[in-house]
């Protein structure tokens, strides 16, 4: 069974640093891309990136460019997200969720989401 | 940037069809997938390639393309059916995806 499993919640003060964590079994980890998704509160989703595990080729929206890191760890199955110095604004859901392939732009399975919230 | 539209919210009584609309310049060269999502849950794909449903999902559940175009279609809605719905695609190059706004699916 394909599973992703995301770290727990956070609470952070702003400008401080952050790596949230997402675990996936069940599956070859190393072929296929880990995206992260998200979901400010009340609002859509947002396509933040993808990694591809085999390699750590990495690809970001332009809006979250410079913004987050994406990265991987292929030898425990573990993809993250990463911010160097948070704010306010990064309060959300963040989802990951497996691509079904380069080609099919589709997330089929998705992780359970990380609640990240940064007050002072 | 490329944008994918979507209404807002669309109400419907149980029983009756739901029609939920996706507009985009590039939909007619990529895909479209829909996502429904649950309060307080994970977004769960509900239709691929345009018209494909993945297994366990209902058959009530369509989607269909034309032009610039893509419809999620839920007939027989049920209680159960309420939720936010996504559509999603990607860019020309295929790589960068993008999601439409949302729409509120409420069963009156």
């Known amino acids: 069974e394909v599973q992703l499993v995301q770290s727990g919640a956070e609470v952070k003060k702003p400008g401080e640093s952050l790596k949230i964590s997402c675990k996936g079994s069940?599956?070859?980890?190393?072929?296929?891309?880990i995206g992260w998704v998200r979901q400010m509160p009340g609002k859509g989703l947002e396509w933040m990136g993808i990694i591809y595990p085999g390699d750590s080729d990495t690809r970001y929206s332009p809006s979250f460019q410079g913004q987050v890191t994406i990265s991987a760890d292929k030898s425990i199955s573990t993809a993250y997200l990463q911010w160097s110095s948070l704010k306010a604004s990064d309060t959300a859901m963040y989802y990951c969720?497996?691509?079904?392939?380069?080609?099919?732009?589709?997330?089929?399975?998705w992780g359970q989401g990380t609640l990240v919230t940064v007050s002072s | 940037s490329y944008e994918l539209t979507q209404p807002p919210s669309v109400s419907v009584s149980p029983g009756q069809t739901a029609r939920i609309t996706c507009s985009g310049d590039?939909?007619?060269?990529?895909?479209a997938y829909w996502y429904q999502q649950k309060p307080g849950q994970a977004p769960v794909l509900v239709i691929y390639k345009d018209s494909e449903r993945p297994s366990g999902i209902p058959e009530r559940f369509s989607g269909s393309s034309s032009g610039t175009t893509v419809t999620l279609t839920i007939s027989g809605v049920q209680a159960e059916d309420e939720a936010d719905y996504y559509c999603?695609?990607?860019?020309?190059?295929?790589?960068?995806?993008?999601f439409g706004g949302g729409t509120k699916l409420t069963v009156l």
């Open positions: 590039a939909l007619p060269k990529q895909y």
């Open positions: 069940g599956y070859s980890f190393t072929s296929y891309w």
């Open positions: 999603q695609s990607a860019d020309s190059s295929g790589t960068y995806q993008i």
């Open positions: 969720a497996r691509r079904v392939g380069t080609a099919m732009a589709v997330f089929d399975y």
